[in-house]
């Protein structure tokens, strides 16, 4: 009977707990008992979708279906509608943080440490949504590195994982995939230049093995080509919606690499 009660209790914290771990690449998805089985809710249904808006620039805006919004690289510029309720930034240029963040935002999250630290950390949730980083480093003006001077944020709803690369300028070590775990919408930097090589950010996209990629930071047709040419051993699908929201399902995930070109022509 004891048994029977606390494999009970087990399942039910599994059902009504939180999924985020399942980002994690180190556990196993399938841990419910043999011969049970979660009912697959998608669309409407799905707790694990999100609205994903391309705002300008490295600006995406991620809506959950608990009313959460967030903004990533926020500016104080790109957004409209209600001001969001958690914000990234990385301090690269001006045009992907502010120091003048506006009022209302519940968490302000800045990609770079601040003086006395040795890196950012982050780890915030509210309601259906959960925040984290992962510090890499980026080159300075000077030609040299600030070490941990960026942040890949990850945006976990449910179980859909999104991860947001800022403003990255090397190609990622063991640790840093480790620290990430499973991604499933991917937000990359194409420019080829302010960022790194567009053929190095192609690479990446191969350590990561997302199912969906969001390119980003770029300006012109000719960026998003070349970035296509280069990942085409990825043999992926290509999609050019007619407009800049998608709403994205963790059960309706595409089974190959697909990317989705939702800052058109010019992404930056």
Same mark, same amino acid.
């Given at each position: 009977?004891?048994?029977?009660?606390?494999?009970?209790?087990?399942?039910?914290?599994?059902?009504?707990?939180?999924?985020?771990?399942?980002?994690?690449?180190?556990?196993?998805?399938?841990?419910?008992?043999?011969?049970?089985?979660?009912?697959?809710?998608?669309?409407?249904?799905?707790?694990?979708?999100?609205?994903?808006?391309?705002?300008?620039?490295?600006?995406?805006q991620i809506d959950t279906?608990?009313?959460?919004?967030?903004?990533?690289?926020?500016?104080?510029?790109?957004?409209?509608?209600?001001?969001?309720?958690?914000?990234?930034?990385?301090?690269?240029?001006?045009?992907?943080?502010?120091?003048?963040?506006?009022?209302?935002?519940?968490?302000?999250?800045?990609?770079?440490?601040?003086?006395?630290?040795?890196?950012?950390?982050?780890?915030?949730?509210?309601?259906?949504?959960?925040?984290?980083?992962?510090?890499?480093?980026?080159?300075?003006?000077?030609?040299?590195?600030?070490?941990?001077?960026?942040?890949?944020?990850? !945006?976990?709803?449910?179980?859909?994982?999104?991860?947001?690369?800022?403003?990255?300028?090397?190609?990622?070590?063991?640790?840093?995939?480790?620290?990430?775990?499973?991604?499933?919408?991917?937000?990359?930097?194409?420019?080829?230049?302010?960022?790194?090589?567009?053929?190095?950010?192609?690479?990446?996209?191969?350590?990561?093995?997302?199912?969906?990629?969001?390119?980003?930071?770029?300006?012109?047709?000719?960026?998003?080509?070349?970035?296509?040419?280069?990942?085409?051993?990825?043999?992926?699908?290509?999609? !050019?919606?007619?407009?800049?929201?998608?709403?994205?399902?963790?059960?309706?995930?595409?089974?190959?690499?697909?990317?989705?070109?939702?800052?058109?022509d010019g992404g930056g």
């Amino acid at each position: 009977m004891f048994l029977r009660f606390s494999a009970a209790l087990a399942l039910f914290a599994l059902l009504a707990g939180p999924t985020w771990a399942r980002c994690s690449k180190n556990l196993v998805e399938r841990t419910l008992p043999p011969g049970v089985w979660l009912a697959k809710a998608g669309g409407e249904d799905s707790p694990n979708r999100a609205l994903i808006t391309f705002l300008g620039h490295a600006s995406y805006q991620i809506d959950t279906p608990q009313g959460v919004r967030a903004i990533t690289d926020y500016n104080g510029v790109n957004g409209f509608g209600r001001h969001p309720d958690i914000v990234s930034m990385n301090n690269a240029h001006s045009t992907h943080f502010t120091d003048e963040p506006e009022d209302g935002i519940t968490y302000v999250l800045r990609g770079w440490p601040k003086e006395g630290e040795t890196e950012a950390r982050h780890d915030v949730t509210l309601k259906d949504m959960r925040v984290w980083n992962v510090p890499t480093n980026a080159r300075d003006w000077s030609g040299g590195v600030r070490i941990n001077g960026n942040s890949i944020f990850i !945006y976990a709803v449910g179980d859909l994982c999104i991860a947001h690369l800022g403003h990255l300028h090397h190609r990622l070590t063991p640790q840093h995939l480790e620290a990430l775990g499973r991604v499933d919408v991917l937000m990359v930097p194409i420019d080829g230049s302010f960022t790194m090589g567009v053929p190095f950010m192609a690479d990446v996209v191969k350590q990561i093995d997302p199912k969906i990629v969001l390119p980003m930071h770029y300006w012109g047709r000719y960026q998003l080509d070349r970035f296509m040419g280069l990942i085409a051993p990825l043999e992926p699908d290509f999609i !050019y919606p007619d407009k800049r929201s998608l709403e994205v399902v963790k059960e309706e995930l595409p089974d190959k690499l697909t990317v989705i070109a939702v800052a058109g022509d010019g992404g930056g």
